[in-house]
C-alpha cells in the first residue's frame, strides 16, 4: 500500500532533504523511523527538495510498504522513533497514482526576515537577521513584476539541475508584523535557491541600494549575476503543498509564527 504523510522539520541541525551517506539529512532520518515501525527497508519521496538549515511545517512525502499497520501507527510509532525536530502531523492512505512530487500543483514558500538593529536571540536559526530598515512597500512594488510565467533564470543556483527554468508564480504576498517581514510565494515549482535569490534581490529594493524597477531588469536579463546575493537558508519554510482536490489532505502550516 501507499501512504501519505504529512512532515513538520526544524532542518537547523540537518544537512538538507536528501539522504548523503555519513550525513544527517531529513529524508534518511525518517526512513529510518519508518523502516523500524514497517520492519521493513521504507524509501520515502517528498513533495520539494529543502537545503540545509531549511524548515518546514507543509511538508509532504509519500511511501510503499507491505506492512499491515492502523493508519495512526504511522504517525505515533514514527514520532516515538523520530527527534524532536522532526514530527509526523498526519497521515493517509492514497493510491498508487500519488506521487509526493509529481501530482502536486503548487508550492507555497515563507521567508522570515527579522528586522532590527539588534539581533534576536530566541529566533537564532529560524529567521535571517537584517539591521538595515527595509521599505515593504517597494519590496512589494518590486515582486509585481514577477506574477506569472516567466524565465527564472536570473534567480536559479549554477547547481539546479532542471530542464527548464519556466515557473509560474501565482502570488507574492510582502507584510511587516512588528520587527517582523514576511515573504510568501506560491507557484507551481521552484528552482534551486529560487526564493532564497528572490527575497535577496528584494532585500536590496527595501533597503533602498536598487529601484524597485530593477528587479524587472534583472528577471529579464535571465542571468544569475544580475540578481543579488542568495538570501541565508533559515530564514526558510516550506509551509504548503497543493494537490488535487480528490485527496483532501489536511491543511498542516499552522505552526509558523504568522
Known sequence: MRIALGIEYNGLNYYGWQAQKGLITIQGTLEQALSIVANE???VFCAGRTDAQVHAT????HFDT?????????IWGTNTHLPSSIVVKWAKAVDYQFHARFSAKARRYRYLIYNHPIRSAVMEGKATWYYY?????RMQQASQCLLGEHDFSSFRSSQCNSSTAMRNISEIVISRQGHYIVVEIAANAFLHHMVRNIVGSLVKVG????DPEWLASVLQAKNRRAAAETAPAEGLYLIH???PKAYDFPQNNENLLF
Open 207 to 210: 533597503s533602498g541600494m536598487r
Open 58 to 61: 507543509g511538508q509532504v512525502i
Open 133 to 137: 530598515p527595509l521599505e515593504i512597500q
Open 41 to 43: 527497508s521504507i524509501a
Open 241 to 243: 503543498v497543493d494537490y
Open 66 to 74: 507491505h506492512a499491515k499497520r492502523h493508519i495512526d501507527a504511522w
